[in-house]
């Protein structure tokens, strides 16, 4: 069953007992967004292949100093994106980041619902995902964003909610020398309830940042695999997809007084080449071939258009020649033409 499904039709409400006074508070939980999840107009499935294009694209080192932030648009003022963790965690763990835990090998999903303006250049985004197989999560900290803030400014949150509140906090790279959309364009906070509750239980300053830091690895990461996958969906040719209706199924569920399930679009990664494979041996014998070893995707940006390089293997004549493995995705001239006007 899809996460989105879970999330939907969640009715438990998350009830804790706040310490320092002894009253119950209820928090905002997977419970509390049912109905905007069950009511978006626009929910994308990543299959395993997609989900992990999107992480080497995200997570490479060729992918750090990439400047994209005018390329990037939401599709849709509410929007759910969601995937297996398994592929997503393996890929985290390939790049140099910690394992998840029991996550990622019990089949867990993980997704996110993203409320857009119109224009989709700015809104919020909020996490979920499963523990086990009944708990759905929501992360108690939200993000936000606008991708067309200027470099020393400070994204600005969302229009009409909570007015006068805190700087976000900012998240970023320490590696990195150029561009980078998360620092500049991205903030987190504690939603509401989470922030009253949390300022309420008179932490000690090194307890407020433990949480913090730890709140903040649960949704930050989350933010270049869903740049790369907003990346792919704007490209001209975009991504292999299908409609999944479940009109039918949903007939049986009916008369078995089973909820529905939601509909939703399954995308799938672009078919790509195979790697070339066969003997080739040095006709002049002077120089030696190097060793197999292999190479890590990487992406370019020339305009409008983004040239990957996927991640292959090179050297040792036994495995033959390495042919191009570049693929290119190309823009609407329009987003070239916002380029050349802001530079």
């Known amino acids: 069953m899809n996460l989105a499904d879970r999330v939907a039709r969640c009715r438990k409400v998350l009830t804790v007992c706040e310490r320092s006074s002894g009253r119950a508070v209820t928090l905002s939980g997977a419970a509390t967004c049912a109905a905007q999840v069950a009511s978006c107009p626009v929910r994308f499935v990543l299959t395993d292949d997609l989900t992990r294009l999107c992480a080497e694209l995200a997570y490479s080192r060729g992918a750090r100093d990439l400047a994209c932030a005018d390329l990037l648009h939401v599709p849709a003022e509410s929007l759910w994106i969601e995937w297996c963790q398994a592929p997503w965690q393996s890929a985290l763990e390939e790049y140099g980041f910690p394992s998840g835990g029991d996550a990622s090998r019990c089949g867990g999903r993980r997704g996110v619902l993203i409320r857009s303006g119109p224009d989709g250049r700015r809104g919020t985004v909020r996490t979920f995902w499963t523990l086990g197989e009944k708990e759905v999560l929501a992360s108690s900290m939200e993000g936000y964003f606008d991708f067309d803030t200027a470099e020393g400014e400070e994204p600005e949150p969302p229009r009409g909610e909570r007015a006068g ?177 802001s530079s």
Do not use: M
């Not at 922030?195 to 990461?221: C, F, N």
């Not at 869903?226 to 975009?238: G, P």
């Not at 305009?303 to 823009?331: D, E, K, M, Y």
């Open 165 to 341: 509140s805190a700087r976000g906090v900012r998240v970023h790279d320490g590696t990195h020398k150029h561009e980078d959309v998360l620092a500049r364009c991205f903030r987190f906070r504690y939603e509401r309830t989470w922030a009253d509750y949390y300022a309420a239980a008179a932490l000690s300053p090194a307890e407020s940042q433990a949480v913090l830091r730890h709140v903040l690895g649960t949704v930050a990461i989350d933010v270049p695999l869903l740049l790369a996958f907003l990346l792919l969906l704007a490209s001209r040719t975009s991504l292999p997809r299908q409609v999944r209706s479940f009109e039918r199924l949903n007939r049986a569920r009916h008369k078995g007084g089973r909820a529905p399930l939601l509909d939703c679009i399954e995308v799938r990664a672009p078919l790509l080449p195979e790697y070339g494979h066969g003997w080739r041996a040095n006709p002049h014998g002077a120089r030696r071939f190097p060793r197999l070893h292999h190479v890590r995707g990487h992406l370019v940006r020339r305009g409008s258009q983004l040239f990957w390089r996927i991640p292959h293997l090179r050297g040792s004549a036994r495995a033959g020649a390495v042919r191009n493995r570049t693929v290119i995705w190309t823009f609407d001239e329009a987003h070239a033409q916002r380029e050349r006007l």
